[in-house]
């Protein structure tokens, strides 16, 4: 979700910044989907995506790293930006734009959910080697 786009929105937003965000409807059914919960919901994901029965390699541990400091970096540009008026088409439908503050959200409660994910992996492993 993060790419080149999102920067390019924040440098090219008219938009000056408001005090307060105000989420989009669809924004907030779509980020309240990510957020992280007890008895986490079981989400659909690409193939090539999932991760499941691959081992977990270095390189994927520093590409996650680096979307965290890419996601800080992006927040930090985005100080100066009107969060709720500055759109950004999803990358599954360039037809559907979310407000960058929801791209955000989204973002955020997405990388929290593998970090719940990550947890329980742990746990697991620790109750099978004990």
Same mark, same amino acid.
């Given at each position: ?10 440098? =090219?937003?008219?938009? /000056?910044? &408001? @005090?307060?965000?105000?989420?989009? !409807? ?6 309240? *989907? ?35 400091? =890419?996601?800080?970096? /992006?927040? &930090? @540009?985005?100080?100066?930006?009107? !969060? ?6 999803? *990358? ?39």
């Amino acid at each position: 979700m993060i790419d080149e786009f999102e920067e390019h929105t924040i440098h =090219q937003s008219k938009f /000056l910044p &408001d @005090k307060y965000f105000k989420s989009g !409807l669809f924004g907030n059914y779509f980020t309240k *989907s990510m957020l992280p919960k007890e008895n986490l919901t079981k989400m659909n994901t690409f193939e090539d995506k999932d991760p499941i029965g691959n081992p977990l390699k270095k390189s994927s541990v520093d590409r996650f790293i680096g979307q965290q400091q =890419q996601i800080l970096s /992006l927040l &930090d @540009k985005s100080k100066g930006t009107n !969060l709720s008026k500055t759109k950004v088409p999803l *990358s599954l439908s360039k037809w559907i734009k979310l407000r960058l503050g929801d791209v955000f959200r989204v973002v955020v409660y997405h990388n929290e959910r593998h970090l719940v994910q990550a947890k329980e992996m742990l746990n697991n492993y620790k109750k099978l080697t004990g």
